[in-house]
Nanobody
């Protein structure tokens, strides 16, 4: 069982930045690929970013490419999402998710992950 806890959400003006963190429990954090998803009111949950277990591979949704950066520190059991040039459309609950290494090649579907956090609210004002 893996426990994931997000932090760093809040209110920011358009054009500003936020850095989200996801702290993971367990002794095998490095065995998991990690992803970020988000869900806005009235919208479907969508994929945001992915990072492989080793940190050598990343992937981003087109909507955030060039603005968001995912990273991880396996020694600290954390994964981060640096969000720059934020837009009101980025307003959502952001959730981190863990995917057991080697179980699937699918990275952009929420159902392909094994564990999820509770989420943290990000609100971007105009």
């Amino acid at each position: 069982q893996v426990q994931l806890v997000e932090s760093g959400g809040g209110l920011v003006q358009a054009g500003g930045s936020l850095r989200l963190s996801c702290a993971a429990s367990g002794r095998t954090f490095s065995s998991y690929n990690m992803g970020w998803f988000r869900q806005a009111p009235g919208k479907e949950r969508e994929f945001v970013a992915f990072i492989s277990w080793s940190g050598t591979s990343t992937s981003y949704a087109d909507s955030v490419k060039g603005r968001f950066t995912i990273s991880r520190d396996n020694a600290k059991n954390t994964v981060n999402l640096q969000m720059n040039s934020l837009k009101p459309e980025d307003t959502a609950v952001y959730v981190c998710a863990a995917q057991m290494r080697g179980t699937t090649a699918i990275i952009n579907l929420f159902g392909a992950y094994n564990y999820w956090g509770q989420g943290t609210q990000v609100t971007v004002s105009s």
